[in-house]
């Protein structure tokens, strides 16, 4: 699957902690995984989950092991690459052996985290140093370390947009509609693709949060009795132009025949504008420009376009965090496998991707957000668990397809409703939902 080898597609994005928990896989020791102070004395073998089959199947995580070892000589490192991460390691997570490093699921409840994972460190210390550690955080400290993070945007090709005489970038939802209208009307591209079969590329939205009003704490406020589809609110924007840009006729004429793989093809060769996805996507849509003959130059990256103070923000969201499974043996050499794949590796930079050490400088993918000035907001995850006790609650799915599924159909007439009156309900659902919930 395209998304899960790019790296983990919607999870860079979207994932956030479940309220529901998995069951206890044996008591806590409550020993530390310290940073190691001598990687030449670190000793053990450690066996490292990973979601990266791809990598684990064409020697590349090997050959991370190889470099390592070149440090740490005495630590044996072996790989599992899982295909059903979540569901398995769910399971296995009843017992002990969930291996010695690990990323986190996306199922456990993050206030369990103490229960399965060996403290990395204190929160105000680490922070410091490495981008998202609040989204593991548990009474001040931090249970595991983000591979990487991304940003949100729109992937678009570049070549497309010129030809329709667009020189610059959007600066609001009006002026990106507008800007799909010439490409409609001056370019044989569908301006827009939804990817509304395949589903989770529609989840991409809702990273936006934040971005539009620049606020790091916007995710946080949606924990209460508040309506996230008020009239410019964060979420009421991101899908109203959603609807927009659907009931504009600038997207595929069926949505329901959408393909996630194809639609690769589709923008590296020109024959789509632009699509809402994480910046996680950027190397493959350049890898798949370059397969088609064509030039990874042509693969552009912008901003939702949105502005605060003359400027673009774009959100930055972590992809899953690596930990040190409780009862590892070996949990310091754990700890080395996991601060050197941060720090070292360079696996973040081949990636294309946001790097968790805060002293990395951005990847080479990201240099038009740079070189305009983008600022980049760090998405606070503090309530992320009342948030998703709301959402549950509601039975609305931000981080699930439906919704904008149904958002796409009024939009194209498919279903009965208007884009206000739906939104609204959404938002008296959510309220009721937080009520229910005691926030």
């Known amino acids: 699957m395209g998304k899960t080898k790019a790296l983990t597609g919607v999870l860079i994005a979207v994932t956030t902690v479940a309220v529901a928990g998995c069951g206890g896989g044996g008591a806590a020791t409550g020993d530390d995984a310290p940073a190691p102070t001598d990687p030449a004395a670190v000793v053990g073998e450690i066996t490292v989950l990973t979601q990266r089959t ?11 092991a190889t470099e390592f070892n070149r440090i740490h000589p005495q630590v044996k490192v072996t790989f599992e690459g899982i295909t059903d991460y979540e569901g398995e390691v769910r399971i296995r997570m009843n017992t002990e052996n ?86 409609k009307d001056t370019t044989d591209a569908t301006p827009y693709y939804t990817n509304f079969k395949d589903g989770w590329p ?29 009239q410019d609110g964060e979420l009421d924007v991101v899908d109203t132009l959603l609807h927009d840009i659907v009931a504009g006729g600038y997207a595929e004429k069926d949505p ?29 849509m350049q890898n798949a420009a370059v397969a088609a003959g064509g030039l990874a130059a042509d693969i552009g990256y ?73 600022t980049f907001v760090e998405r606070s995850e503090a309530r992320t668990g009342e948030v998703n006790a709301v959402d549950d609650a509601a039975e609305i799915g931000l981080n699930k397809p439906d919704y904008r599924r149904e958002l796409i159909d009024i939009a194209r007439g498919a279903r009965k409703g208007s884009r206000e009156g739906y939104l609204d309900g959404l938002g ?11 926030l």
Request: net charge negative; aromatic share 12%.
């Open 54 to 64: 791809d990598l684990v199947q064409d020697g590349t995580m090997e050959e991370y």
């Open 98 to 183: 969930y291996g010695d490093v690990l990323m986190i699921p996306g199922n456990v409840a993050k206030n369990d985290y103490p229960k399965f994972f060996a403290p990395l460190g204190a929160a105000a210390e680490l922070a410091e140093s490495y981008r998202f550690t609040d989204k593991t955080e548990v009474n001040g400290k931090v249970y595991g370390m983000a591979q990487f993070g991304a940003t949100n945007g729109f992937v678009y090709n570049k070549a497309v947009w010129r030809d329709a005489g667009i020189e610059e970038w959007p600066r609001t939802p009006e002026e990106f509609l507008a800007a799909l209208q010439k490409i």
């Open 202 to 230: 529609l989840t991409q939205w809702t990273a936006n949060v934040g971005s539009v009003t620049c606020d790091g704490k916007a995710s946080d406020k949606l924990a209460g009795a508040v309506s996230p589809w008020k």
């Open 256 to 284: 329901t025949s959408t393909n996630w793989e194809e639609s690769k093809n589709l923008l590296a060769k020109g024959e789509i504008g632009a699509m809402m996805l994480g910046s996680w996507s950027i190397t493959q």
């Open 302 to 374: 912008m901003p939702f376009p949105a502005q605060k103070g003359g400027k673009f923000c774009a959100t930055l969201v972590s992809d899953y965090q690596q930990a040190v499974n409780i009862h590892s043996e070996h949990k310091q050499a754990a700890r080395a496998w996991i601060d050197w794949f941060t720090e070292e590796s360079g696996y973040s930079e081949k990636e294309g991707t946001v790097p968790t050490s805060r002293s990395a400088p951005m990847p080479p993918v990201l240099k038009d957000f740079v070189d305009h000035d983008v």
């Open 428 to 438: 008296e659902k959510w309220a009721q939902a937080a009520g229910s919930a005691g």
